[in-house]
């Protein structure tokens, strides 16, 4: 199977439809015979950088943080946080943006663009 038969049948099935179909299938083995034709176009543009903000982990910034604190210290900032004290002071919310900013910062990746437009016949 070469590269663009294997792109076709991959953005053919959208994700959402294959988790549809996945729920609905009964747990167990189930043997599978099927004869799938796609017909349609490819056009794959050029690469193209992108920041990839799900990619940036603020946990490990959380984590950090909290690894330089007691115990009594971190009990004391969940406890404030589960509050939600609606008071908390503007300058810590905008130091906290910051920091996860500098996180987020470096998550430019390198994308493709494709476009398709298909046929299912089976």
């Known amino acids: 199977m070469n590269h663009l ?10 994700a ?5 179909a996945s729920e609905a299938l009964e747990t167990g083995d189930h043997e599978v015979d099927v004869l799938v034709r796609i017909t349609g176009s490819l056009k794959k543009g050029d690469d193209y ?5 799900a990619k940036a982990d603020p946990w490990l910034l959380l984590a ?11 009990e004391s900032i969940v406890t404030e ?6 008071e908390m002071a503007k300058s810590v919310k905008k130091k906290a943006t910051d920091a996860i900013g500098q996180v987020v910062a470096p998550t430019w990746t390198r994308c ?3 476009t398709q437009s298909w046929k299912l016949l089976n």
Do not use: C, E, Y
């Open 5 to 14: 038969t294997q792109l076709a049948i991959a953005k053919a099935i959208k």
């Open 16 to 20: 959402g439809i294959s988790k549809k």
């Open 49 to 53: 950088d992108q920041k990839i903000v």
């Open 64 to 74: 950090v943080a909290l690894s330089h604190m007691n115990g009594a210290t971190v």
């Open 81 to 86: 946080a589960l509050s939600h004290d609606p």
């Open 112 to 114: 493709w663009r494709l």
